[in-house]
């Protein structure tokens, strides 16, 4: 392996470490608002970016040209309204937007899983006892 080859491969390691630090964080930060039912709106996914892009912790265990890589470019502009966040079906998304998103998308999938399995149960335990 050359050393080209060495240098691809630890910044692709690098990336991936921060990649997986910076979704712990944005998952972190939208659990606060997910276990308070907070909707996912334009200016919470703008709030949740700031928090997580400002994460001293975050800041200090990667380079400052690694940390510029999740920054969002400023030609993707997006709502800073109360609507509801809504990308359609696009699917080029900042980082942060991306790992947010994904957060509410598995907890409204475990809401609903949990919903289905209770209204389950209630079903049985009235067969059960003769209901």
Do not use: C
């Amino acid at each position: 392996m050359n050393k080209l080859n060495k240098e691809q491969d630890l910044a692709a390691l690098r990336f991936k470490a921060a990649a997986r630090d910076l979704e712990y964080i944005v998952r972190h930060i939208a659990a606060r608002y997910i276990v308070q039912h907070v909707p996912l709106t334009w200016r919470l996914l703008h709030a949740i970016e700031a928090e997580a892009l400002a994460d001293l912790g975050f800041a200090s265990r990667h380079d400052p040209f690694m940390l510029g890589l999740f920054q969002r470019p400023n030609d993707f502009q997006f709502p800073e309204t109360d609507d509801a966040v809504d990308f359609g079906q696009s699917n080029a998304l900042p980082a942060v937007f991306a790992f947010a998103v994904a957060a509410y998308e598995e907890a409204r999938k475990s809401s609903e899983g949990a919903t289905k399995q209770r209204t389950a149960d209630r079903g049985s335990a009235a067969r059960v006892w003769g209901g």
